[in-house]
């Protein structure tokens, strides 16, 4: 049983990689297309907008279509797309390379994690996650640095055309390997579905996703920058230095997965409020070794973890629609990405880089306040 959970987290790998890529490559997509970097930001405000926009309704209708072809098409998609984001010619070529995957992954990710739940019980929900999760954080530790150390030997297109060919092998190795799964509860009708939206425990529990994202992207996704501009680092140096970021997240996503089947909400308390100390610290410790090495580890830890927190916190909080509130996870996770990218940009454009932290902040610690209500909320009907 847990090989096909191996596969689904290798295939994730190419998923959220494609996503987040772009995060290590700005400036150097920046340069090229001859936009700012604040604008070329906004092909991350694209990606997140597209999946907070169509994910759950995707996802609902795709629920019922068998999965391992699911899957398999998915990724086919992001062959295709990050093979067009490789040959891009301006910044409109490489928004609609953006858009494409944009809206497979939602389907993928939310159906991934139901699929790995059906198989270890939800009792272990945090767990077969973490697994699946396992390629999330893969992604971060070798996905995006890696990508960074390629655009900087060989350009940022070199980088979209390995992962196009990674996608395709991933296909290939689902087509083979990959048992065929049917739809579950293809009882559960749409309407069902969104009549969770009318909880105000579930439109809680949305913004707190929104927000935790909001603040995590603000800053994250300009660290490239950061780490150019103001800790003087060549793109080498830079590709290292993320690779570390998401290396200590393994750690994060191990911690994670364990503390959010105790109670999800006091884990994602406990990792926010690490995550404002990393932040904050990180420009203050910027030209000392050893304090940038401990800012960032402390915020790739808690980053890592709350990823997986987040998405089994809304699963738990739903258990008879796991798969549409993972995507409702997903599509409040991207709103909030796609809002710190957008406020990350302004941010920089009127206080600065090194404000970036602090705005960050501000957003961790409102969810935080947010969190701490919904643990007196009562939890949704089963039967909803």
Same mark, same amino acid.
């Given at each position: 049983m847990l090989?096909?959970? /191996?596969? /689904?987290?290798?295939?994730?790998?190419?998923?959220?990689?494609?996503?987040?890529?772009?995060?290590?490559?700005?400036p150097s997509i920046a340069r090229d297309l001859n936009v700012s970097v604040s604008q070329a930001g906004l092909l991350v405000t694209l990606f997140a907008f597209t999946v907070a926009a169509f994910g759950p309704f995707l996802t609902a209708y795709c629920a019922r279509f068998q999965r391992k072809r699911l899957f398999i098409t998915i990724l086919i998609m992001f062959a295709v797309a990050n093979g067009v984001a490789a040959l891009a010619p301006n910044i409109w070529v490489m928004s609609l390379a953006r858009l494409i995957p944009a809206l497979g992954l939602p389907v993928f990710w939310a159906l991934a994690s139901e699929t790995a739940v059906d198989i270890v019980g939800p009792a272990y929900a945090g767990r077969a996650i973490e697994k699946i999760g396992f390629g999330i954080v893969c992604a971060t530790v070798f996905g995006i640095p890696v990508g960074t150390l390629i655009s900087d030997m060989f350009g940022w297109r070199s980088a979209f055309a390995v992962l196009a060919v990674i996608a395709l092998a991933k296909a /290939?190795?689902?087509?083979?390997?990959?048992?065929?799964?049917?739809?579950?509860?293809?009882?559960?009708?749409l309407r069902s579905q969104f009549k969770l939206l009318r909880s105000p425990l579930m439109q809680g529990h949305i913004l707190l996703s929104i927000l935790v994202f909001s603040g995590m992207f603000t800053a994250y996704t300009y660290l490239a920058d950061i780490l150019e501009r103001l800790a003087g680092f060549d793109g080498t140096l830079v590709g290292w230095c993320l690779m570390g970021f998401g290396a200590v997240g393994l750690i994060g996503n191990s911690l994670g997965g364990r503390a959010v089947d105790r109670h999800p909400l006091i884990a994602s308390m406990v990792f926010c409020g690490f995550m404002i100390g990393g932040m904050v610290a990180l420009v203050p410790a910027i030209h000392s070794t050893i304090g940038l090495?401990?800012?960032m580890a402390v915020w790739g830890v808690t980053q890592a973890a709350m990823f997986l927190v987040s998405h089994v916190r809304l699963m738990k909080a739903a258990p008879h629609a796991p798969a549409f509130a993972a995507s409702l996870n997903i599509a409040g996770g991207n709103l909030g990405i796609g809002l710190g990218a957008l406020v990350g940009g302004h941010v920089i454009d009127t206080l600065g880089l090194a404000s970036l932290g602090l705005a960050a902040s501000g957003f961790i610690l409102v969810s935080m306040l947010l969190a701490l209500w919904l643990m007196s909320a009562k939890p949704l009907p089963t039967g909803a």
């Open positions: 090989f096909p959970i /191996l596969l /689904l987290s290798a295939a994730g790998f190419t998923v959220l990689t494609t996503e987040f890529i772009i995060v290590g490559l700005l /290939l190795l689902l087509f083979v390997y990959l048992p065929v799964t049917q739809a579950k509860n293809a009882q559960v009708t090495a401990a800012a």
